[in-house]
């Protein structure tokens, strides 16, 4: 009894030691080691139309938001995709997975598999408050998040709907970008603040039909848009598929849904195809959203339409007319989400957030802005294959940091797993980028791979490779060719020399590396013809 009595106190004060010790370690842990995650996210913004990767477009366009956090942190120079189309890069980020093992390989199809591993579920379950606001596009319900208010599939620019935790369907006011942001920050201010947070803020913009916010109609109306080297492509020297692409500014960008020149402001001018889309963003705009547009868009439609009639235009100008309303709307819509980088970078400033956060700007692939002559994305070229991978985390990452290890969106669920201090689970395929991002020595990656499963939007086949620092192989296994490039003597991949005999020994190497990343990483049978 005495002995008991003894021991009971101690007992206590023991209990009350560890007690003490797991509240200290679990606020240190709060506080330090489990920093909070913003992931701002946009839909096609190709590098070139961010300043910080100093790009043709960098001095017309600059994105001084994003580029804040360029400076303050990391460019990540080398950040591709493992497959270049929305909803797959979406549900690679959320499971650290190549489309094959995450099940979502095209934006056809069925939902995104919900029950399995995702790198939200995991933090909400290591007591991370966790949040998505805006385009989702995996169809099935978001799981793994506290709170979550996304866009029906693609969503819209202006009045978008916003599909509610409760399944019902809300229609606001506003600008998609601005209405994500401001829907982003109201989940910042209203969260349990006691836990650390995983917020993905993910925009429509720059998303096609590229429409601007009123506020910047006109943006880029005083800038001389420098045109890509290689707007005329005649698809000659590579697979004989890329000259059956419909995604060209030339051929397929639609007059009233792309250029902005609507059905019933031309009288008698008639444009030549393509015009098959009509007007739904506009349709969606009230009778004040309506007015301000035509007001902008109205006389230059009047203008153009004019000259044109007057003949004014060869074929040549008619593309390069295109090409510049293309790259003014696609700019403008930019300017928005460059915006919302910034309100996002200033909450977190006046609450005191910055120090440990770490902010990662992204975008769920490249796109062409009139590279190959083209609009969208898809092939494994790289404009497309490209995604932009901007990080600042004060103190871990070093300001002004530009990495050129080959980085992949496999690699970001790992990131974020590492960074909230929860073990990275085996079955995951990409790597964590905190040892780069804290510029340790580290033996990287030395090829990526790539897969292209979708079944013939703007008629891009099916396409697969690896790609190396200085080359790039792909197969097209639908016409059975190899192409190959020398990335240094031809960035712009105009020439496949695949059957060049200088670089035989080139071509093998990267189709045993390719056979080889296949492999590693449990590709399914490559489709057949
Ligand atoms: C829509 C677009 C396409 C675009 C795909 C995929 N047409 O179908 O131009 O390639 O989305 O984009 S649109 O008329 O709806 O704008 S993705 O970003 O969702 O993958
Ligand atoms: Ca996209």
Redesign the pocket.
Same mark, same amino acid.
């Given at each position: 009894m005495l002995d008991h009595m003894i021991k009971f106190p101690s007992a206590v004060v023991r209990y009350g030691y560890a007690l003490v010790l797991c509240v200290v370690f679990s606020q240190a842990l709060t506080a330090e080691d489990r920093p909070n995650i913003l992931f701002i996210f946009s +839909? +096609?913004h190709a590098i070139n139309s961010i300043s910080s990767y100093e790009g043709t477009l960098a001095e017309v366009a600059p994105t001084p938001n994003i580029d804040r956090i360029a400076k303050e942190g990391a460019v990540f120079l080398n950040s591709f995709c493992g497959n270049s189309?929305?909803?797959p890069?979406r549900a690679t980020i959320l499971t650290g997975k190549h489309s094959h093992k995450n099940g979502f390989m095209r934006?056809t199809g069925k939902g995104f598999d919900q029950s399995q591993w995702t790198v939200a579920k995991a933090l909400q379950e290591n007591g991370y408050r966790t949040a998505v606001i805006g385009k989702w *596009?995996l169809k099935t319900t978001p799981l793994g998040f506290d709170h979550w208010e996304i866009f029906p599939g693609?969503g819209s620019y202006y009045n978008p709907v916003f599909i509610q935790p409760d399944g019902s369907q809300k229609r606001v006011e506003g600008y998609a970008t601005d209405l994500t942001t401001e829907k982003a920050i109201k989940w910042l201010e209203e969260r349990d603040e006691s836990e650390p947070f995983f917020l993905m803020c993910q925009h429509k913009a720059p998303?096609?039909?590229f429409a601007p916010a009123l506020r910047h109609l006109g943006a880029f109306d005083d800038v001389e848009i420098p045109e890509p080297d290689t707007l005329f492509d005649d698809y000659r020297n590579r697979s004989m598929t890329l000259a059956g692409n419909e995604?060209e500014i030339d051929r397929h960008f639609d007059w009233a849904?792309d250029a902005k020149v609507r059905k019933n402001e031309r009288g008698e001018v008639k444009l030549p195809p393509p015009d098959r889309?009509g007007t739904p963003e506009y349709n969606r705009m009230t009778a004040e959203q309506k007015e301000k547009w035509d007001a902008y868009f109205s006389p230059k439609n009047q203008d153009f339409l004019k000259a044109f009639a007057a003949g004014e235009f060869d074929h040549r100008q008619m593309v390069q007319w295109k090409y510049r309303r293309y790259m003014r709307n696609y700019l403008s819509t930019v300017k928005a989400v460059d915006d919302s980088v910034g309100r996002l970078l200033d909450y977190l400033d006046d609450h005191g957030l910055a120090e440990n956060t770490l902010v990662i700007y992204s975008s +769920?692939?490249g796109f062409y802005l009139g590279e190959h002559g083209w609009? +969208?994305?898809?092939w494994m070229f790289e404009e497309s294959f490209r995604m932009p991978f901007i990080a600042r985390w004060p103190g871990k990452i070093r300001a002004g940091a530009k990495p050129d290890e080959l980085i992949q969106n496999i690699d970001y669920a790992p990131t974020f797993l590492e960074v909230a201090g929860i073990e990275i689970p085996k079955e995951i395929q990409g790597r964590s980028l905190v040892p780069i991002m804290k510029q340790r020595d580290v033996d990287w990656r030395k090829s990526l791979y790539y897969s292209y499963y979708e079944l013939g939007? *703007?008629a891009v086949p099916q396409h697969f490779g690896v790609r190396t620092d200085r080359h790039k192989l792909i197969h097209f296994p639908m016409t059975n060719e190899w192409n190959l490039f020398d990335l240094e003597k031809d960035p712009n991949e105009m020439r496949s020399v695949h059957d060049d005999p200088k670089y035989a020994s080139v071509m093998s190497e990267l189709r045993e590396e390719f056979k080889r990343l296949r492999e590693h990483y449990e590709a399914p049978p490559l489709p057949k013809r």
């Open positions: +839909d +096609d189309i929305c909803g890069s934006n *596009h693609q998303h096609r039909t995604m849904y889309y +769920d692939q609009y +969208d994305k898809r939007e *703007h």
